[in-house]
């Protein structure tokens, strides 16, 4: 596939040094914009699919009158999370 390029940004001087002040060794302002719209896309097609699995979950909710209490999910959830520590730190 052919490269192509983002349209041309204009930002004020700030926030450009700002920029180059947390470059890496090696790393380009480019690469470092290319990485952030990645990463943002990524954070916003992750928080999508959240989004279309709470309205799924709700609609199957009204649908079938099962509802779940937030304080036994809580509950389930830390003990997933407690167990998976265990497993992960020993």
Do not use: C, N
């Not at 983002?6 to 926030?15: I, K, N, Q, T």
């Not at 450009?16 to 290319?34: C, H, K, N, W």
Request: proline letters at 2%.
């Amino acid at each position: 596939m052919k490269p192509s390029t983002f349209p041309s940004l204009r930002v004020d001087a700030e926030l450009r040094e700002a920029a180059e002040s947390v470059l890496r060794e090696g790393e380009t302002l480019s690469s470092l914009i290319e990485t952030a719209v990645r990463d943002t896309i990524q954070r916003r097609r992750v928080q999508a699919e959240f989004i279309a699995r709470g309205l799924r979950s709700a609609e199957e909710a009204r649908r079938t009158g099962v509802y779940h209490a937030a304080a036994d999910v809580h509950d389930e959830l830390q003990r997933r999370l407690d167990d998976r520590r265990k497993r992960v730190l020993g």
